[in-house]
């Protein structure tokens, strides 16, 4: 399964789109503030680990099969089953639900689901092993710098302290960045307005900018700071201080440890376990959403945002 191939749940399309995953966001809010799911920092834990490990699925999906199956380790659906690794589904197997590209949603089953059938290989270390890591921070902080200039967003260093690591700000500057749509037979650029100022320590080591590099995206894209687009990314700028760091968080730390890269964010979620804190009233969606994003950013160019008519 092509690690970049699952749903992509940021906007980039219309407005029956939007409608759609407000609809869905919603939903699943409601879903966990009503179950009290994960409101124990234990339990949200636990949900960030699974999702963090489950590297081959985009971390929205990841915790869709949180959800139906925390102890999952590696799902595909029937006919990919049979003809990659000619195995059959159990009789009475329950399917896992999650959403597929392009379309509303998909059946898939956890491999202990599955028998196999005469003549089927040895299974993979993608499946017996899922949990490898892929990538380099040198080549995800390139793309999502790259990628975050289509959203008006520049990133610049500055020399500070240790206590100094970054931090993400709006501004009414007139100035147009340059965001690549084309490379060959010659370049071509898309002119962005300038939105959101990102500034980064540059005497920290690369690990550390690039968690902080996320932390401030994540605020960004949980809606922390509006949004220019409601198509894009939510207004949440009614969120608690508390509320949008520990979404900031959530969000550094999925996406740093599914690179493989430690983070502080671990520490600021082991503070909330040790002292046995509920979790903040956070929007789950938002966290995996960004998750998603940001993810995406780091591994592949992105296409423009699109202004979709009213």
Known sequence: MKKGSQN??????GADVALNAATTRRALDELFCLTQQYKSTQSYCDLLLFVANFRFYAPYNAMLIHIQRPGAKFVCTPSRWLDDFKREIKPGSSPLLILQPMGPV????????????????????????????????????ERTTANALRDGVEVSPFHGGSQQAGQIASTRS???????????????????????????????????????????????YCGHLGSPNPLW??????????????????????????????????????????????????????????????????????????????
Request: glycine letters at 4%.
């Open 174 to 220: 007139h100035r147009l960045l340059r965001y690549q749509t084309k490379f060959k037979p010659e370049p071509e650029f898309l002119p962005v307005p300038l939105r959101y100022e990102l500034l980064l320590n540059s005497s920290q080591p690369r690990e550390v900018q690039y968690a902080t590099f996320v932390h401030e995206l994540a605020h960004l």
């Open 106 to 141: 998909m059946f898939v089953f956890d491999v202990l689901d599955t028998i196999p059938l005469p003549g089927a290989p040895q299974l993979p270390s993608s499946v017996d092993s899922p949990f490898e890591v892929s990538g380099t921070v040198d080549s995800q902080f």
């Open 233 to 310: 990314w939510p207004d949440r700028r009614g969120c608690s201080l508390e509320e949008r760091e520990f979404e900031a968080e959530s969000v550094s730390y999925l996406v740093c440890r599914r690179l493989g890269i430690d983070t502080p964010s671990e520490d600021y979620l082991a503070g909330y376990l040790e002292r046995n804190s509920p979790v903040p009233n956070i929007s789950l969606e938002a966290v995996m959403v960004a998750a998603n994003l940001i993810e995406r950013m780091g591994r592949e160019r992105l296409k423009p945002r699109k202004e979709s008519k009213k």
């Open 8 to 13: 992509n749940l940021f906007l980039d399309g």
